[in-house]
């Protein structure tokens, strides 16, 4: 029986290496770093996260869409534009919205730091879960780009002399944080699952 | 110490991290995890043949969403349509850089990225021709898979499209079409290819000359 913790997953090309804690280590098929020194991929992953959830903040204070009407702006975040659905009946469309763009970030914010938390202290949780959750992380990130996506769509075809509809700072903002989040995520690597101490 | 050609037959689970050995598959068959029952690979002879036709298909109908209408509404006789460079005008219109960056990236430069990288791997692996080029367009497609948002993209349309009901007549364009043949495309080539085994037949033809 082959101990599992010898080896280590390639994350270019999926070739199985032999794995060995301290250095940073090249994979034997593609060439490619699978893991710099682990206290820099922690402290990345913390950086990227902290930025996101910074950005988190305008991006939701601050309007994603801008409805001009015959000259008179009327901005709305996600939240209220997320409620302004919600009355006017179009239930899916509105729980879709929330999903995608209110709970998916926090949710990629708390698995992120659960991870990064429960790694650095050692916290006694199974690792399987942990690998299927940092997983999880991975799949639902871009799902949050919906909004931004929407707004965009919006802008195109809304764009009359007397009515338009254009993106807010808010968009910008929100987009951006989906990027550091991805980014974070990424930058998270699986080694420090394994190993116990930093 | 196992030699590379003895841990190629390793094969470590994507979603729980469980080392397994691979076994022999009849043709067809797949092979799924022990712990999570997630798929991890199936034997295809045909898989180099399959993807590359898949991908050819979905690089023309993604030239094809890329260029026409994908959209139109019309609202009280004003009709307004959405094609990838009316969008990029609105965009610019608007000075929404930032995200206007952000959209070229994620849906139309990595797609078409991805998918014309799988096909010049496909082709030169065929061929076996070009060994570095095939390592490079392997490591590159590694990188760029998770940064492809055409499906997400796609959703918003619907989305928009739903809000846009009550007020508009929505009428489809050819883009719309040829953007979900696009997607279906890309689900089946993503499927179909394997790049365990693409790096394997790289290494079977470059084998000794790999450190490049």
Redesign the interface.
């Known amino acids: 029986m ?1 101990d ?1 913790s010898r ?3 390639c ?8 794995d060995n804690i301290e250095e940073e280590l090249l994979c ?5 770093q699978i893991h710099q020194p682990l206290y820099i991929s922690y402290h990345k992953t913390w950086a990227y996260l902290i930025t996101a959830i910074i950005l988190y903040i305008p991006a939701n204070l601050y309007p994603i869409l801008i409805t001009k009407k015959f000259g008179i702006e009327k901005a709305s975040t996600i939240l209220g534009g997320i409620i302004h ?1 919600w009355e006017a009946g ?1 239930y ?2 509105a729980l ?2 929330l999903v995608a763009s209110v709970f998916v970030p926090l949710l990629k914010f708390i698995f992120i730091l659960y991870l990064l938390i429960s790694t650095k202290y050692n916290l006694h949780s199974s ?2 879960d942990k ?2 959750l940092f ?1 999880i992380t ?1 799949a639902i ?3 949050s ?6 707004v ?9 002399s007397g009515v338009q509809i ?2 807010g700072v808010g ?2 903002a929100f ?2 944080m989906v ?1 550091f989040t ?1 980014l974070s995520a ?1 930058s998270f690597d ?1 080694k420090l ?1 394994k190993k116990e101490d930093i | 110490m196992l030699t590379d050609k003895e841990l190629d037959n390793f094969i470590i689970c994507k979603k729980c991290n469980t080392l397994h050995k691979k076994i022999p598959l009849h043709q067809g068959g797949k092979a799924l995890c022990s712990k999570c029952n997630t798929f991890i690979y199936k034997r295809d002879n045909n898989m180099l043949e399959k993807s590359l036709a898949l991908v050819v298909t979905a690089l023309i109908s993604l030239s094809v969403a890329f260029t026409f209408t994908i959209i139109t509404i019309n609202i009280n006789g004003l009709s307004k349509s959405l094609s990838l460079l009316s969008l990029f005008d609105v965009l610019l219109e608007h000075h929404q850089y930032i995200v206007g960056i952000m959209f070229l990236f994620l849906t139309v430069l990595f797609p078409f990225m991805m998918l014309s990288s799988m096909f010049f791997v496909l082709f030169f692996i065929k061929i076996e021709k070009y060994g570095y080029a095939i390592k490079r367009l392997l490591i590159l497609l590694s990188h760029i898979q998770h940064w492809n948002m055409l499906d997400i993209f796609f959703i918003s349309l619907l989305v928009a499209m739903v809000k846009l009901f009550d007020y508009a007549k929505i009428e489809f364009g050819v883009s719309f079409l040829a953007l979900l043949l696009t997607l279906i495309l890309e689900l089946m080539v993503t499927k179909n290819i394997n790049f365990d085994t693409l790096w394997q037949k790289y290494n079977n033809i470059y084998g000794e000359d790999n450190d490049r």
């Open positions: 082959i599992d080896f280590i997953r994350h270019t090309c999926e070739a199985v290496n032999y034997r098929r593609c060439k490619c659905l179009s899916p469309i879709i919205i690792k399987v690998h299927k997983y991975e990130g871009p799902w780009m919906i909004d931004v996506f929407v965009i769509i919006l802008s195109v075809l809304i764009h009359f254009f993106p968009a910008t987009a951006l990027f991805m990424l699986t699952i």
